[in-house]
């Protein structure tokens, strides 16, 4: 039965919120939002950096079943030597030597750090595909070569999950190469040198043995992130630095933009953590150690333990945990 007021012509109403409080309400969802929102953004990044240290584990662990596996660690990069030794395998790495067969000697060996490791990563599959007979953009391999795989993916990246055409799938991590700054050169003797160089595309295992890493497995940076892509701009600062894009001469492809299996699966260490910008250099900007994690990135030590460090490190200790056997034991202690 319906209430009437004291005339008993009008029902008794609730009373309406006027424009005020409506706003004051929206003021107050608005403000909590703004508040709980970096709240989230921070989990959001605790698990996605949580996830990036798992999978870089995972890398430097698979790194050291190679090494039970072929008694070294997998080498940076095969390359064919400039003598065309044994004329069935090839994979060149921009050597200066004319290969039989019309092979291009610009395209690298397909076992490169990341292909060498896809048996230790749950990926025995895909690397049994591979025909080391052939060249890497042969159709017997470039599937591969394109191939997206996760392990090498860091979910903080903006960029991918892609590559270019015939030559990588991108990839956010790679074997330290010191400070050097030749991506393939046969290095591995100098105390400039990192854990991960070029060799011939015969040498069996080839890599980094343990017993030359003079510094320390625990001193020795062996894995660490990296940008992966050529940059649409090379400041870190502007938004285009999260985006890349395909560089064309006259409609002809001529560079790049994403390193991973194919070619690129090292990490040029000199400079530091996250640089400001990158260069325009496509080896050096896309082989450049960044993480898009908050104020630093991960890496794997040669004993496998897993370190974040911060943007900050002092140049001179990340140089020397950059490098093998340069008679340094610094250790980071954030």
């Given at each position: ?9 009008r ?6 919120f006027?424009l005020v ?18 709240a ?8 996605r950096r949580?996830?990036c ?6 890398i430097a ?8 596996a072929?008694?070294?660690f997998?080498?940076?990069q095969?390359?064919?030597?400039s003598t065309g030794?044994?004329?069935?395998k ?13 092979l291009?000697?610009w ?22 595909k591979?025909d080391?007979?052939?060249d890497a953009?042969?159709s017997?391999?470039?599937t591969?070569?394109q191939?997206?795989?996760t ?9 991918r999950?892609?590559?270019?055409g015939?030559w990588?799938?991108?990839?956010h991590?790679g074997?330290?190469?010191g ?12 105390s400039n040198?990192?854990?991960?160089f070029?060799?011939d595309v015969?040498?069996?295992p ?21 940008l ?11 938004p285009g ?10 409609g002809?492809y001529?560079s790049?933009?994403g390193?991973?299996?194919?070619q ?8 530091g953590p996250?640089?400001?910008?990158v ?8 082989l ?25 490190i ?6 020397a ?10 250790k980071?202690?954030?």
């Open positions: 039965m319906a209430r009437f007021g004291s005339c008993g012509s029902p008794v109403g609730r009373p309406a006027t409080e409506l706003l004051v309400v929206i003021a107050i969802i608005g403000t909590l939002v703004g508040l709980l929102l970096p989230v953004q921070s989990a959001r990044e605790a698990a949580s996830t240290a798992a999978k870089i584990r995972d662990v698979g790194c050291h079943n190679h090494v039970s072929m008694k070294a997998p080498p940076g095969r390359q064919q030597g030794a044994n004329p069935t090839y994979f060149s790495c921009g050597e200066s030597c004319t290969l039989p067969n019309g291009n000697n395209f690298p060996d397909a076992r490169s750090f990341t292909i060498s490791l896809l048996p230790y990563l749950e990926q025995a599959d895909q690397y049994a591979l080391f007979t052939k953009q042969n017997a391999n470039s591969i070569m191939k997206h795989f392990a090498y993916d860091c979910p903080t990246n903006p960029v999950g892609t590559g270019y015939k990588n799938g991108l990839t991590y074997g330290s190469q400070t050097s700054t030749s991506m393939c050169a046969r290095i591995g003797t100098t040198d990192g854990m991960f070029g060799v015969l040498d069996q080839g890599g980094c043995r343990e017993k030359d890493v003079l510094d320390g497995l625990g001193n020795t940076i062996m894995v660490c992130e990296k992966g892509y050529v940059p649409r701009v090379l400041n870190s600062f502007d630095f999260r985006d890349w894009g395909i560089k064309t001469s006259g002809n001529w790049q933009s390193y991973g299996n194919n690129g699966s090292t990490v040029r260490m000199q400079g996250n640089p400001s910008t260069s325009s250099n496509d080896d050096a900007g896309a450049a150690p960044y993480s898009f994690h908050p104020g630093g990135l991960q890496v794997a030590y040669g004993d496998a333990a897993v370190q974040f460090i911060n943007e900050t002092d140049i001179n200790v990340w140089n945990l950059a490098k093998k056997a340069d008679g340094s034991t610094l980071y202690n954030p």
